[in-house]
C-alpha cells in the first residue's frame, strides 16, 4: 500500500527540469582598441555582439561585421594576444561575453585588425 501511495504522490507532484546552467556566448565585435590603463584593455564604440565562432574571421566572414558602434567592452584573458601591437586601431574580437553592469565583459578568443585607425569622432 505504501508504494502505491508512493507512486501515486510522484504522479500528482510537477515535474520540473533542471535548469540549464548559464552558457557564455560566443560573439564578435568591432571597435576601437584602447588601454584604459596598464594592462587594461578596453573596446570602445564597438558595434553590438553578433553571435559568432571562436575562430579568428575569414576574410568573407570579416567584411560582414559593422566596423563601429556605441558599445564599451572591458577585454579579459588578454596576455596570449600582443594587443599592444593593435592600440588605437579598429579590430575585430571574438570571444565570450559576460554581460554586465556599467560595462560588459569579452574573455577573447581572437584578435583580427580591421583598420590601422578608429573612426574619426
Known amino acids: 500500500m505504501d508504494a502505491l501511495i508512493l507512486a501515486f504522490a510522484l ?4 515535474q520540473t527540469k533542471p535548469e540549464a546552467p548559464n552558457k557564455a556566448e560566443v560573439v564578435a565585435v568591432a571597435g576601437c582598441l584602447r588601454e584604459a590603463a596598464p594592462d587594461a584593455w578596453t573596446l570602445t ?3 553590438d555582439p553578433v553571435p ?9 566572414e570579416l567584411a560582414s561585421y559593422a566596423k563601429s558602434g556605441k558599445n564599451e567592452f572591458r577585454l579579459t584573458g588578454v596576455s596570449v594576444f600582443n ?8 579590430v575585430l574580437i571574438k570571444g565570450l561575453l559576460n554581460k ?18 578608429c573612426p574619426a569622432k
Open 45 to 47: 564604440d564597438a558595434s
Open 83 to 90: 594587443l599592444a601591437a593593435h592600440r588605437g586601431h579598429t
Open 100 to 117: 554586465g553592469a556599467p560595462v560588459s565583459r569579452l574573455n577573447v578568443t581572437s584578435v583580427t585588425m580591421v583598420s590601422p585607425a
Open 52 to 60: 559568432s565562432n571562436a575562430n579568428a574571421p575569414s576574410p568573407k
Open 11 to 14: 504522479m500528482a507532484s510537477p
